[in-house]
């Protein structure tokens, strides 16, 4: 790369102003998770125990921490156990219709939160999950509608797990002992990374994601987290009742970090061998696959009957079209910012070892504080007079909510794709004399743009499902699809809810759809012959 001396002038000065704005981006996305953490234990001004030793005197947190746990474990519990057989069947053996499968769990994977809760009640009738006789019916309610909603999830992240190992490695085991040994000692300590990664990454969505415990009535951390906010009009009341969820998922995260950090990264030119199944075991592996689509899609189907007409789905959309047109406006914007700062997130954690030890934390802390309580923040550091009251009652809070929520995740999918860049490119540039910017334009971005654009599309899905932050900070006169939702849903799954969904399921699969063409090619690749 020969660098032309006029073009690096020019470029230095726009990398400062491009490197200096996503740096006040990523402390913008911070400050509300650190403002909230820091003032629990500062709620006057000076250091004081008592509002974070409330969380653990009181007899009632007890309670919460075992229903929170209860839902987590729950959710995993059903993700996983569904999820990774299904995703070692799909990418591992030669099932027929495996390819399909696999191909449509990118999209099924995108469904918000909030539809499949709305198809689970409308499937079994609303009168089924409001009137559940205790609260650890509820419970399990609200861990069977989460964990089914994040199997396609586990089955992708767990297959391509599967996919990825050193097919020599049980090659050579096959010569030794048989495929059962082979898949336990070989096959699954290998993709559990990608087992972890998942299993981490729903405990984190499961937590802070409100949409499901709101709908069903289950209180939990971030439901308390309201409460609190609510009777004390304190946001450190209801900080300080998150933070021993908080405490152990960035525990959970940094552990997660801490062995991916270290742990090999397995190139190969081809997958590993498929496993052959005894017709006897086919026939089992088909059934199973067959009611774990039926478990995804007849309560989508008993969604679009829960219509009833044409007629309705009409009017139920013109009930919502400015909740719609108020999306369609911000999470373009956060989406697009999502991608953008993200990729020069990851781009200093690979890049820059140095950035990890503060990188790394800083993006654990942003995945593990809950959605109310990034609400909070918001609030407390923007309802002021002058510039910050101005972006309060602006869509660019909401913009800005949406932003930190989907950041993370960002950053998460960025990682892997820089990571298995030579790095051999990057020296070859610098010692040309190439500047970070042009190295991030002409080298890192044309060698990255399908990850780049995969973090887009699923910032765009993500914001469009977010309620925890977007209800509390949405300004006077507007309001998000999801909000409108949470506002209608307690009323029963009418025919106005469900249209909503499907209008919103609709909406969500351009994008999904996108994704499945863009990441064809690759994943079958992975699928082997």
Same mark, same amino acid.
């Given at each position: 790369?020969? =660098?032309?001396?006029?073009?690096?002038?020019?470029?230095?000065?726009?990398?400062?102003?491009?490197?200096?704005?996503?740096?006040?981006?990523?402390?913008?996305?911070?400050?509300?998770?650190?403002?909230?953490?820091?003032?629990?234990?500062?709620?006057?001004?000076?250091?004081?125990?008592?509002?974070?030793?409330?969380?653990?005197?009181?007899?009632?947190?007890?309670?919460?921490?075992?229903?929170?746990?209860?839902?987590?474990?729950?959710?995993?519990?059903? &993700?996983?156990?569904?999820?990774?057989?299904?995703?070692?069947?799909?990418?591992?053996?030669?099932?027929?219709?495996?390819?399909?499968?696999? @191909?449509?769990?990118?999209?099924?994977?995108?469904?918000?939160?909030?539809?499949?809760?709305?198809?689970?009640?409308?499937?079994?009738?609303?009168?089924?999950?409001?009137?559940?006789?205790?609260?650890?019916?509820? &419970?399990?309610?609200?861990?069977?509608?989460?964990?089914?909603?994040?199997?396609?999830?586990?089955?992708?992240?767990?297959?391509?797990?599967?996919?990825?190992?050193?097919?020599?490695?049980?090659?050579? &085991?096959?010569?030794?002992?048989?495929?059962?040994?082979?898949?336990?000692?070989? &096959?699954?300590?290998?993709? %559990?990374?990608?087992?972890?990664?998942?299993?981490?990454?729903?405990?984190?969505?499961?937590?802070?994601?409100?949409?499901?415990?709101?709908? @069903?009535?289950?209180?939990?951390?971030?439901?308390?987290?309201?409460?609190?906010?609510?009777?004390?009009?304190?946001?450190?009341?209801?900080?300080?009742?998150?933070?021993?969820?908080?405490?152990?998922?960035?525990?959970?995260?940094?552990?997660?970090?801490?062995?991916?950090?270290?742990?090999?990264?397995?190139?190969?030119?081809?997958?590993?061998?498929?496993?052959? @199944?005894?017709?006897?075991?086919?026939?089992?592996?088909?059934?199973?696959?067959?009611?774990?689509?039926?478990?995804?899609?007849?309560?989508?189907?008993?969604?679009?009957?829960?219509?009833?007409?044409?007629?309705?789905?009409?009017?139920?959309?013109?009930?919502?079209?400015?909740?719609?047109?108020?999306?369609?406006?911000?999470?373009?914007?956060?989406?697009?910012?999502?991608?953008?700062?993200?990729?020069?997130?990851?781009? %200093?954690?690979?890049?820059?070892?140095?950035?990890?030890?503060? +990188?790394?934390?800083?993006?654990?802390?942003?995945?593990?504080?809950?959605?109310?309580?990034?609400?909070?923040?918001?609030?407390?550091?923007?309802?002021?007079?002058?510039?910050?009251?101005?972006?309060?009652?602006?869509?660019?809070?909401?913009?800005?909510?949406?932003?930190?929520?989907?950041?993370?995740?960002?950053?998460?999918?960025?990682?892997?794709?820089?990571?298995?860049?030579?790095?051999?490119?990057?020296?070859?540039?610098?010692?040309?004399?190439?500047?970070?910017?042009?190295?991030?334009?002409?080298?890192?971005?044309?060698?990255?743009?399908?990850?780049?654009?995969?973090?887009?599309?699923?910032?765009?899905?993500?914001?469009?499902?977010?309620?925890?932050?977007?209800?509390?900070?949405?300004?006077?006169?507007?309001?998000?699809?999801? =909000?409108?939702?949470?506002? +209608?849903?307690?009323?029963?799954?009418?025919?106005?809810?469900?249209?909503?969904?499907?209008?919103?399921?609709?909406?969500?699969?351009?994008?999904?759809?996108?994704?499945?063409?863009?990441?064809?090619?690759?994943?079958?690749?992975?699928?082997?012959?």
């Amino acid at each position: 790369m020969t =660098v032309d001396p006029h073009i690096s002038r020019w470029q230095r000065p726009i990398g400062w102003v491009v490197g200096s704005a996503c740096g006040l981006l990523i402390a913008a996305c911070m400050l509300p998770s650190l403002v909230m953490l820091v003032g629990v234990f500062f709620p006057e001004g000076e250091l004081t125990l008592s509002m974070a030793a409330t969380v653990f005197s009181h007899p009632r947190r007890l309670e919460l921490l075992l229903t929170t746990l209860g839902v987590i474990a729950g959710t995993l519990i059903v &993700a996983l156990g569904l999820g990774v057989p299904a995703g070692f069947l799909c990418f591992r053996t030669a099932i027929p219709g495996r390819r399909w499968l696999a @191909l449509a769990a990118l999209p099924a994977a995108t469904v918000p939160l909030y539809v499949t809760t709305t198809a689970w009640i409308t499937l079994l009738g609303s009168q089924f999950w409001f009137t559940l006789p205790t609260a650890i019916a509820k &419970a399990v309610g609200v861990s069977w509608i989460q964990g089914v909603a994040y199997v396609p999830l586990v089955m992708l992240v767990s297959g391509i797990a599967f996919s990825i190992g050193q097919a020599d490695a049980e090659e050579l &085991a096959l010569l030794e002992t048989g495929r059962f040994q082979v898949f336990r000692h070989v &096959a699954l300590p290998q993709a %559990l990374w990608g087992i972890s990664a998942a299993a981490v990454t729903i405990s984190v969505l499961a937590f802070t994601d409100i949409t499901v415990t709101d709908t @069903l009535a289950v209180r939990t951390y971030p439901e308390e987290t309201f409460v609190q906010f609510e009777l004390h009009a304190s946001p450190w009341r209801g900080t300080a009742t998150s933070l021993p969820i908080i405490v152990l998922l960035a525990g959970a995260g940094w552990l997660l970090w801490y062995h991916l950090r270290h742990h090999e990264r397995w190139r190969t030119s081809r997958p590993p061998p498929l496993y052959p @199944l005894p017709p006897a075991m086919r026939l089992l592996a088909m059934a199973f696959l067959g009611v774990l689509v039926g478990i995804f899609l007849v309560p989508l189907g008993s969604l679009a009957a829960g219509v009833g007409s044409w007629s309705n789905f009409a009017n139920g959309v013109g009930a919502v079209y400015p909740e719609l047109l108020f999306n369609l406006q911000v999470t373009p914007a956060a989406a697009v910012l999502a991608a953008t700062v993200g990729f020069i997130w990851a781009n %200093l954690m690979v890049w820059r070892p140095r950035t990890r030890w503060y +990188l790394g934390p800083m993006l654990i802390l942003l995945m593990a504080t809950p959605a109310p309580v990034v609400g909070m923040g918001l609030i407390h550091l923007f309802n002021h007079a002058g510039l910050p009251g101005m972006i309060y009652d602006s869509s660019l809070i909401v913009v800005l909510a949406h932003l930190i929520r989907s950041l993370p995740l960002a950053v998460i999918i960025l990682l892997p794709a820089l990571q298995a860049m030579p790095r051999e490119w990057d020296e070859a540039a610098l010692l040309d004399g190439a500047g970070w910017l042009q190295r991030l334009i002409h080298i890192t971005t044309p060698a990255c743009w399908r990850s780049v654009a995969l973090a887009f599309a699923l910032a765009c899905i993500l914001s469009l499902s977010e309620v925890g932050a977007s209800v509390l900070v949405v300004p006077p006169g507007t309001t998000t699809v999801t =909000v409108r939702f949470l506002s +209608l849903i307690h009323w029963g799954a009418y025919s106005d809810v469900a249209s909503l969904c499907l209008l919103m399921l609709a909406a969500v699969a351009i994008p999904a759809l996108a994704l499945t063409l863009l990441l064809r090619r690759w994943l079958l690749a992975r699928l082997g012959e």
